[in-house]
């Protein structure tokens, strides 16, 4: 009698058992997919995030350090902006002297540089130098365009390694480099031009942030939406401006999709949008 | 009994199982989540408080930077100052320094860098000797007031307009001294405090910036080095003004005398501020600016006494026996030069802002 009733009792225990296992198991799937969903969502976010903290910190570094008074912004649109970045300072070493060829220069710079995004590359660069003008007066400073086009290793009169860069100055009729305009010391900016625009990947197809230079387009940030970057340009007042030497504030915009399909709190798959929104005081426009 | 409590035990066991690993999937989720989120905020503000406390370093040390003590500081060199971020100073030439600060916060660095330059006393030179009482001049005198670069250094502009040999209530002259200049010589009124009202108030704000300053008596001048740098710590250096790449060459000095002062053979240069009354022995040559509050006297003696840049002084007499040797010469390169260890440090007009890498 003992052994039936057993028997009974392990049968309906076990069709329970089971019954409660599946539910246990089908809850644990569901909550495991939802796991899934979940972790993939956040990782999705996270590189949206990411992404457009790259833009908050990347962008504004490239564009503060502009003088579009001075023509740092080269051309601008809605969507892109031609710039002037600064890559490396360095000052002279000896003043500059003429050069062989006509409208030349020779400038001889210290060859470790106060500070150097990368090497100078007679390439791609060009100078900003300073030209001090009469040292009792900062009112008539300003600095004078030149492209490079040889770069070599040369000596400065204390001993120090330095490099002699041949330049070919920009400058009004009646100025020059020589003769004391320009003196031992003057500081000398290295610049690229430089677009950043909105470029699809033939690789994925997909939208990107891009750095564009006279060889190379590479980049920034991504992927983006199709409208994933936007530039306003605002004067002193806040006024949108379309003449860059008017520009002082570069506002720009940028939105940005996950990659993949997210499912949303109502169970639908979506690709959630996030965008960020930076205002950039340029720091270089003529101060007096 | 025996058998039923072991398959209770048996369905028990991955029930637990079950949940231990759903709860520390959910639980890693939840940790990778919030760390991530964390390391990404601490990040932002990391990055925003080293930049600010950057841009603040900098503001601090244009706001309290005093001429006092950098006029010490030699091209090349570099100083730090006491601001947030412990700012440094490097002198890039006589008028131009490069302000740099770094911020450091964790793993987040903020360096950034300001280009300035020294907005100078601003003094009218319209003679290379200015004087607010009578000068008298001898044979042996030369004042010259075409524009001279500055012998040996090649980082002077080309010569500007030249400016009036003397300026001066009454110049008196014995023999034959030469005065050239453009005009030669010009009248102006005589200052009863020896120089004139403008004159003076440039001689005070030049004194309150003094890099030495010292009571007065005889004294020599001349270079002093340690070793192959400059050593401005000794007061009778008044830097070298025939060498203007060598040790103490861009060492121009804002030199105030409380007194009478005799200075003796030697040279020096910058700016020489003298309250009371100042006689030079030859030979002495001073490059620069010199302002004189009582009379300028040239001790009698055959060797040359030779100022080069502008000189403003109460009455100048140059003694007759034997005859003084005096050479007073404009010079707008050394003028300036001078004035560039005066003033106040101002960003450039445009381009001063560097984000330095």
Redesign the interface.
């Known amino acids: 009698m003992r052994l039936v009733t057993?028997r009974g009792?392990?049968l309906v225990?076990l069709v329970v058992?089971l019954t409660l296992?599946g539910l246990?198991?089908a809850a644990?799937v569901g909550?495991?997919g939802r796991?899934q969903d979940?972790?993939r969502s956040?990782v999705q976010q996270?590189d949206v995030?990411?992404n457009l903290?790259v833009a908050g910190?990347f962008l504004p570094?490239e564009l503060?350090?502009l003088?579009a008074?001075?023509g740092d912004v080269v051309a601008m649109t809605p969507t892109a902006v031609t710039i002037r970045a600064?890559r490396q300072?360095a000052?002279l070493c000896?003043?500059p002297v003429v050069g062989d060829a006509p409208g030349s220069v020779n400038l001889t710079l210290g060859a470790a540089p106060?500070?150097?995004?990368r090497d100078l590359d007679a390439a791609t660069d060009s100078l900003?130098i300073?030209r001090?003008g009469?040292?009792?007066s900062?009112?008539d400073?300003?600095?004078i365009a030149a492209a490079i086009t040889t770069l070599d290793p040369d000596t400065c009169?204390?001993g120090r390694a330095g490099r002699r860069v041949t330049a070919f100055p920009r400058v009004a009729p009646g100025l020059s480099l020589e003769?004391?305009?320009v003196?031992?010391?003057?500081?000398v900016?290295g610049f690229e031009t430089v677009t950043y625009r909105l470029y699809r990947s033939s690789a994925d197809r997909r939208w990107y942030v891009g750095m564009e230079t006279a060889s190379d387009l590479q980049p920034v940030l991504g992927p983006v939406t199709q409208d994933g970057l936007a530039f306003t340009y605002l004067d002193s007042t806040g006024a949108t401006v379309a003449e860059a030497a008017r520009v002082r504030v570069i506002e720009f915009r940028v939105r940005a999709r996950t990659v993949e399909p997210i499912r949303t709190r109502d169970g639908r798959l979506d690709q959630p949008l996030d965008s960020l929104v930076a205002v950039v005081y340029l720091?270089?426009?003529?101060?007096? | 009994m025996s058998?039923?409590a072991a398959?209770k035990r048996g369905?028990a066991l991955?029930?637990v199982l079950?949940v231990v690993?759903?709860g520390s999937?959910?639980l890693t989720?939840a940790v990778?989540?919030i760390f991530?989120e964390q390391r990404?905020g601490q990040?932002?503000r990391r990055?925003v408080h080293t930049f600010t406390q950057a841009e603040a370093g900098l503001a601090e040390a244009l706001a309290t930077w005093t001429p006092r003590s950098l006029n010490r500081a030699l091209?090349?060199t570099l100083d730090s100052l006491a601001a947030v971020g412990s700012p440094a100073i490097?002198?890039?030439?006589?008028?131009?320094f490069?302000l740099?600060v770094r911020v450091r916060d964790g793993a987040t660095e903020a360096?950034l860098?300001r280009?300035v330059?020294v907005?100078?006393v601003?003094l009218a030179v319209t003679a290379a000797l200015t004087s607010g009482g009578p000068v008298r001049l001898e044979s042996d005198a030369t004042i010259r007031g075409d524009d001279q670069p500055s012998p040996g250094s090649?980082?002077?502009?080309?010569p500007d307009s030249a400016v009036a040999g003397v300026a001066a209530p009454t110049v008196l002259t014995t023999g034959s001294p030469v005065i050239a200049g453009s005009p030669p010589s010009i009248e102006r009124p005589p200052a009863d405090s020896g120089l004139a009202s403008e004159d003076l108030l440039v001689f005070h704000d030049l004194a309150s910036q003094a890099t030495l300053s010292l009571a007065g008596g005889a004294l020599q001048t001349s270079p002093a080095t340690v070793g192959t740098v400059c050593n401005p710590s000794v007061p009778t250096n008044w830097g070298e003004p025939y060498a203007s790449?060598g040790p103490c060459g861009a060492y121009m000095p804002i030199v105030h005398v409380d007194g009478d002062l005799d200075l003796l053979h030697g040279r020096g240069q910058g700016i020489l501020l003298v309250e009371g009354h100042l006689t030079l022995h030859g030979p002495y040559s001073f490059a620069g600016l010199i302002m004189v509050r009582g009379g300028l006297d040239v001790a009698p003696g055959d060797s040359a006494v030779r100022l080069n840049g502008a000189v403003f002084a109460g009455g100048v007499g140059s003694q007759t026996t034997p005859p003084a040797v005096l050479s007073i010469t404009y010079s707008k390169?050394l003028v300036?030069?001078a004035?560039?260890s005066s003033g106040q440090l101002?960003?450039?007009?445009?381009?001063?802002?560097?984000?330095?890498?």
């Open positions: 057993s009792v392990a225990e058992a296992s246990l198991a644990a909550l495991l796991t979940f972790y956040a996270i995030s990411q903290r910190a570094a503060r350090e003088d008074v001075d600064a300072l000052a000896r003043p106060f500070s150097a995004l900003w300073f001090d009469d040292p009792l900062p009112e400073d300003d600095w009169p204390d003769e004391g305009q003196m031992t010391g003057a500081p900016l720091r270089n426009n003529p101060r007096y | 058998c039923l398959e369905i991955p029930l079950w690993v759903i999937a959910l989720v990778f989540l991530q990404a990040a932002g990055l091209p090349g490097r002198r890039l030439n006589q008028g131009l490069l740099t360096r860098g280009l330059r907005r100078p601003r090649a980082d002077c502009p080309p790449i390169c300036s030069k004035l560039l101002v960003p450039l007009r445009t381009r001063s802002w560097k984000a330095l890498f």
